[in-house]
């Protein structure tokens, strides 16, 4: 079977809006409240963001309402970090569920410690993609997460594959790892980028999505997500990919490296200067049902890809 020719973030119509899918507020650990946390993104540029304080009863099981805090130019998804059941390590499981509804039940979950009386992980990821939310297991590699931990979570529509927070707080951003395993098995994922902003540390404006929508609301940027039209950054920009007989063509702003990925050990890069096209020999890749692009600039910022999957 041949790979599709291209990904949906750049086949989809609309526009790409930038938005920020896991932040803390005041209503949890966060250290604003959240019209402050929805003013500095509007502030540094993002179209949207999702609040998502811990669901825990601690916290009064918050999911934030930011409909105030939408306008013309910049809107809200209601969200939350899920808790509940514990992971294969005994430590409490973090589901972050962006487009819950205001009135998702709580968990039984009064405080950070997972105990036998809980729904399990999967089992409030389930609970959350019944209820129409875009599903991620959050920070694979701060959590500690095994293989089977992550494949035990059917459900998820994606991997946090960079946490901003998780690389500013203890060094440990990566998803890629377990999305990259849980792709070889066979799993249809999309990938994601987050700050997981608390605003106690530099742990904000360094991770985020590029959603390809046709507008900028609640409604139109779930869809496009739930359908993986969208890429994640640092800075860089996807400009198009697509996938010929040969070749994995890539347009993107000016890069140092251009790299694409696929199970094992596939990897092929092109190095220049100020690129901002690279075409890579499709043949590295053509056993493998599955692959995707990293493109790096020259200050080791970087954008990736949603994967391609045949
Ligand atoms: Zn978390
Ligand atoms: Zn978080």
């Not at 930011?66 to 059941?85: I, K, N, Y």
């Not at 946490?163 to 440990?172: E, M, P």
């Not at 742990?203 to 496009?224: C, I, R, S």
Request: proline share 6%.
């Amino acid at each position: 079977m041949t790979f599709p020719a291209t990904l949906p973030a750049f086949t989809a119509p609309g526009s790409f809006w930038r938005g920020n899918l896991h932040t803390h507020s005041t209503l949890s650990d966060g250290a604003l409240s959240p019209e402050e946390v929805c003013r500095r993104y509007k502030a540094e540029g993002y179209d949207f963001i999702a609040l998502t304080d811990h669901f825990v009863g601690l916290f009064d099981y918050p999911i934030a309402d930011t409909v105030p805090m939408r306008d013309a130019g910049f809107t809200t998804l209601l969200g939350a970090e899920l808790h509940s059941g514990a992971q294969e390590n005994g430590e409490l499981w973090h589901i972050l569920a962006v487009g819950l509804p205001r009135d998702f039940a709580p968990s039984n979950t009064p405080f950070f410690t997972p105990s036998a009386d809980q729904e399990t992980g999967p089992e409030i990821a389930a609970r959350a993609v019944a209820a129409g939310a875009f599903v991620a297991i959050a920070h694979p590699q701060w959590s500690g997460l095994t293989l089977a931990d992550a494949r035990s979570v059917s459900a998820a529509h994606a991997v946090e594959i960079y946490n901003h927070g998780c690389a500013t707080g203890s060094d440990r951003p990566d998803g890629f790892s377990i999305a990259d395993l849980l792709l070889s098995e066979g799993r249809a994922l999309s990938m994601i980028a987050t700050d997981d902003a608390h605003f106690s540390e530099p742990d904000h404006f360094g991770g985020w999505v590029m959603v390809k929508a046709p507008e900028n609301t609640p409604e139109a940027l779930l869809a496009a997500l739930k359908a993986g039209a969208f890429y994640s950054s640092q800075g860089p920009e996807l400009r198009d990919i697509r996938i010929t007989e040969r070749y994995i063509e890539v347009e993107c702003s000016a890069c140092a490296s251009v790299i694409v990925q696929g199970p094992g050990n596939a990897a092929l890069a092109v190095h220049g200067q100020s690129m901002t096209r690279a075409q890579i020999p499709l043949s590295r890749f053509a056993k493998g049902r599955w692959l995707r692009v990293t493109v790096i600039d020259a200050a080791g910022k970087r954008a990736w890809s949603n994967p391609v999957i045949r």
